[in-house]
Structures are given as C-alpha cells and as structure tokens.
C-alpha cells in the first residue's frame, strides 16, 4: 500500500484508495497531505497564538478534499512530521473510526473557521479546540474518550457556524430572497468559486468598471442574496450546474474560473491557462493568488484574462440539470423567521404537513440523483429547506408554494447548515416542544470533510433520524455505527419512494 486516504465518499471500494485517489490525488501528495497533518499535531502541543492558530487552520483546511494538488506547496507546511499517520490508519479499527470522525470534522469546521478569520471574527473555543483535537490524535485514549471528543467536535463547530454567520451577515447583511438567472451575457466575464465571500467582494471592488460580469458557481451561488454584494450590478448570475461537471461545463470557456475553496478537479488542458486558485486551493501549472500582509488579493492576472479571452459571442443559456432556467437564493433564517408565524399558521390549518431539511454535498458517483427524485415527489403539502451543493439536483425544479410561502427554500452554504438548525429550534419553541418531534425530517448527501463537521453538530445537538446517503462513510466502524444508530438512529438512504412513505407515516 503506498498510500491510505478514506475521507471522502468516493473512496475506492468504498474502503479505501491505496493506489491512487478516485478524486484525482496522487500517492505523493496523499502522503504529503499525511505529513501536513502530523506537523500540525507536533504544532497543537505548542501555547495557542494567532500565527499558529492561522497556520493550523490553513493546514487543515487545504487537505480536504478537492482542494490541493500542488506537492510543492504543501511541502511549505511540512516540519517536524513526527507522527506517522499510518499508526492510525493501520490501526485498530474502532479508535481509527473515531479519531476520522475527528479529524475530519476538524478539517471541516477549519474551512468555516478560515472563511471567518478572513473577515475578521475569531472564537477562542474554537481556537483552542484545533489545539485539543489535533493533539488527541496521537494519544492512546479509550473508546469514551474519542466518543466525548467526537461529540465536542460537532458542539465546537456549532459554535464556528454560528461565528461564520455572523460574520457574513453583519460584514454584507442578511440574505435576501433573490432571482437568479443562468443566462450569461455575451460580454467578458469571470466565473467564481468555492465558499469565501471575501475573496469575492474584492474582485467585485476590482472588477467595477472594468466591463466585466462576474457569475457564481457551485458554493458561491448564495452570494447572491447578500446585500452588500448583490449590490454590485456586474455580479449578473451563476454558472453551470454541479460541482463535479466543471470539466465538462468549463471545457474552453471564454473566461477565467477563481477557485476560492474545494471543490477543483484535476485541471484539463482546454482550460488549464484560464483556471486561478487562491487561498488554501492550489493546483500544479495554474496561477495562485496570494494575498499580502493586509489580506488584500490582487486579482489582475484574472481580469487580464477575461479581457483577453472576451467571453461569448452571443448570450449562453445554462440551464439547470432539470431544464430550469432561474434560481432562487436567499432563504437564511432572518428570512424564513420572518414568516414564522404563516408557516406555524399553516401547519396548525393543516396546509403544511411536513418539513425537509435536504442537504449537503453533491458528488460524482451514481445514485445521487437520489436526491432528485426525494425532492421531486415531495407532496405538494411539505416544504423543503435545502443547503450546500447539493441543491443542484433539484434546485431549479418549480415546486410552488403554500400560502405564499415558495416549497423549496435555498438557505444558503454548507455552512449555512446553521439556518437550518436556527429554524428548527424557533419552530420548536413555538410549538413548545423538542426539535425531534417537529414534522421535520432531515435527509443529508456527504461527500467530503465539511458534510462531517455538520453531522456531528447535529448529533451533538441531540436530532435523531438523519437519513444520511448516498453511502455511509467507510471510516465509520461497524461498531461505531451500532452507537451512532443506537443513540441517534441514524439511517442510510434507501429509496426516495420507501424513505418518504416511511417518514411521511410516522
Ligand atoms: Fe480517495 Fe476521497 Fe481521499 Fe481522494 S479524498 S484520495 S477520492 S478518499
Ligand atoms: Fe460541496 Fe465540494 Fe461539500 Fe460546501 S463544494 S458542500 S462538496
């Protein structure tokens, strides 16, 4: 075995890849990956500081999937490795189960952490926890300890959700229902990525006339909504569908493509010249855009490649995968709060009978479509709630409303998980009752890191009945999800018919 790499869902056989990585990774950078993580566990035994702190969270945040392929760049966080990795992977299955849960749930919440550093907000719970954690690794703890440590890591990132928004609402205002259109403009233009809203409004301060629109993709679609970024007038629409079709969507594209976070694919040469990484994103061959000592970013090789490549010559229709041609963003909780009392009315009339909360990551392998279905034969007397990237199953279908109020409701980010549990915890107080007995049903897609930092947050938070596909992930033990269906009874997905006529007849 050359290298062992399981975090993700598409692990080979779902198992493991030993050979090489199903997302592209190459032996060398896994391995080099490994070392980032054991210098940063030689690191959380030093006294917390900002400098070390940021460079935890960097670290960990660039091994997550889909993120860094560039060997050479990780090398520059590699020092004192003297952990060896494999003393877990190779280890007892059990303790390898729940030191995964951890550590990928700490990977997760880091990239939270880092969108909110960026602006500004920091948490020392948080903070210190990356120290905890990471130092738990290589501790010989007992099965209820890494079980405490598991739970601590969901409540601890409860805490950085709620710090990240925070941070985006109070730095560009709360979310706002918004139309967004998947046509593109026959002008320059640049198409963004990832999750880091900040990275976005400096290259819409550096962008302003300049004769270039700007589109979202993937996660950054909820940007949108914000106020003080929809504001811009050249942020016209989003860009394409899914994630995991960008090599066929960004296949000789007249325009450059910013990566700001996951999730990058291996690079193909028709698009190679025109794809920018930045932040914990790095990519061999493809130009990284550091930011200097303030934290500014100097976008002008992007810009100069847009201009050059000049964008369509004629407007470019995109529709979503079922043939939409628009989308609705901005459904945070200010928003749905704000017409709390007309979803409580309808569900006291007997109009709304059921909530689903349908989110997480999409994700290349067959079966997701899942997700489609799930949505698609939702009764017309429920309403779904959706976040992350996995919306792009279902978020262009048109499901109506009730009363009003449109059924499907984009919350935003993965992030944006936080909404979720905000409403849910508003609607039981209402209803003077636990979240667990609301008519609310949560059915979760993971893929990668940030999907693991958001259950443990929900088991920690005590919600039973997760319906969690399209596969379980291979680093959960069989022991440790007899605890995890014992105590949460968490499900795997089965089919959309079976798992909605179960849940619908409870
Ligand atoms: Fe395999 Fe996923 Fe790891 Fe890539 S990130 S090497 S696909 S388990
Ligand atoms: Fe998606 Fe990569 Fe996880 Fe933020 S962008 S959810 S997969």
Same mark, same amino acid.
């Given at each position: 075995?050359?290298?062992?790499?399981?975090?993700?869902?598409?692990?080979?056989?779902?198992?493991?890849?030993?050979?090489?990585?199903?997302?592209?990774?190459?032996?060398?950078?896994a391995n080099l990956q490994d070392e980032v993580i054991s210098s940063l566990i030689e690191l959380s035994k030093t006294k917390p500081n900002d400098e070390t702190t940021l460079?935890?969270?960097?670290?960990?945040?660039?091994?997550i999937t889909n993120a860094n392929f560039d060997n050479e760049s990780l090398k520059t966080m590699i020092k004192n490795p003297e952990y060896d990795m494999n003393k877990i992977w190779q280890g007892n299955e059990d303790v390898r189960s729940l030191k995964s849960l951890i550590l990928f749930g700490l990977k997760g919440m880091a990239a939270y952490a880092h969108h909110a550093w960026v602006l500004g907000y920091k948490d020392e719970t948080v903070n210190n926890f990356f120290y905890e954690g990471l130092s738990a690794l290589e501790k010989d703890l007992s099965t209820d300890e890494l079980i405490a440590l598991v739970l601590k890591t969901g409540e601890v990132n409860f805490k950085c959700m709620e710090m990240l928004d925070r941070a985006n609402t109070e730095t560009y205002g709360n979310p706002e229902p918004t139309k967004v259109t998947k046509n593109i403009e026959a002008k320059p233009f640049i198409v963004i990525t990832g999750h880091d809203l900040h990275d976005l409004k400096m290259l819409l301060e550096q962008t302003k006339d300049k004769g270039i629109n700007i589109y979202t993709h993937g996660e950054m679609l909820p940007a949108l909504a914000y106020p003080e970024l929809k504001k811009y007038e050249h942020l016209k629409g989003n860009f394409g569908t899914a994630w995991q079709n960008q090599q066929k969507e960004f296949d000789n594209i007249p325009a450059p493509i910013l990566f700001t976070t996951n999730c990058i694919m291996p690079v193909k040469d028709s698009y190679k010249d025109r794809v920018f990484t930045?932040?914990?994103?790095?990519?061999?061959?493809?130009?990284?855009?550091?930011?200097?000592?303030?934290?500014?970013?100097?976008?002008?090789?992007?810009?100069?490649?847009? #201009?050059?490549? =000049?964008?369509y010559k004629e407007v470019q229709k995109m529709p979503g995968i079922n043939g939409g !041609?628009? #989308?609705?963003? =901005?459904?945070?909780?200010?928003?749905?709060?704000?017409?709390?009392?007309?979803?409580? !009315?309808?569900?006291?009339s007997g109009a709304l009978k059921h909530i689903f909360l349908v989110g997480g990551c999409d994700g290349a392998k067959p079966g997701r479509n899942y997700y489609t279905e799930f949505v698609k034969q939702t009764p017309k007397n429920t309403l779904v709630l959706t976040c992350a990237c996995g919306k792009y199953r279902f978020n262009d279908l048109e499901l109506g409303d009730i009363n009003g109020i449109p059924r499907l409701l984009d919350l935003g980010q993965c992030n944006d998980a936080y909404s979720g549990i905000k409403i849910a915890v508003e609607l039981a107080k209402v209803f003077n009752c636990g979240v667990n007995d609301l008519p609310l049903s949560i059915v979760l897609s993971w893929y990668e890191q940030k999907a693991v930092c958001v259950l443990l947050t929900l088991l920690y938070l005590g919600i039973q009945n997760i319906k969690l596909g399209p596969s379980l992930p291979a680093f959960v033990s069989p022991n440790v999800l007899n605890v995890l269906v014992d105590k949460f009874k968490i499900a795997p997905t089965t089919t959309p018919e079976a798992d909605l006529k179960e849940i619908l007849t409870k």
């Open positions: 075995m050359s290298m062992f790499c399981f975090q993700c869902e598409q692990t080979a056989k779902g198992q493991g890849c030993t050979v090489c990585g199903v997302c592209g990774k190459k032996e060398d950078t460079k935890i969270i960097e670290g960990l945040f660039t091994t930045t932040a914990a994103v790095h990519y061999p061959q493809c130009t990284y855009i550091k930011a200097d000592n303030n934290g500014y970013k100097d976008f002008t090789p992007v810009i100069n490649k847009a #201009l050059e490549l =000049g964008g !041609e628009s #989308l609705t963003v =901005g459904f945070g909780h200010h928003t749905v709060l704000s017409v709390a009392d007309k979803v409580v !009315e309808a569900v006291k």
